[in-house]
């Protein structure tokens, strides 16, 4: 019997060969919204994907949510204008 680990790892490396005009579409996307990088457009969409259809694993739920209300942190961390 193999053995079990206690966790899971933090991260795993995916290799992926995209369409070019579905990487242009998220480079694109990404430069017009500095908040996002490569890594968390993916993590999102792949999150919102397996949601979507079905997958109701509180890891995969939390991921998707997350995504959906993740704020960019220069604005929630800057000062109100009136005070």
Known sequence: MSQVPDH???FVSVVNEFPE???EAMTGFIADHPQWDQ???MQ???AGFLFQHGCQE???VR???NGLFR????VT???????
Do not use: F, I, T
């Not at 704020?71 to 220069?74: I, N, S, T, V, Y």
């Not at 961390?77 to 005070?83: F, I, K, T, V």
């Open 21 to 23: 005009d579905l990487h």
């Open 44 to 46: 999102s969409a792949l």
């Open 63 to 65: 991921h998707y949510l």
């Open 77 to 83: 961390d800057a000062q109100p204008s009136w005070g």
């Open 8 to 10: 899971a790892p933090a």
């Open 71 to 74: 704020r960019d942190p220069a």
């Open 58 to 60: 509180r890891a995969v």
């Open 39 to 41: 890594y968390r457009l």
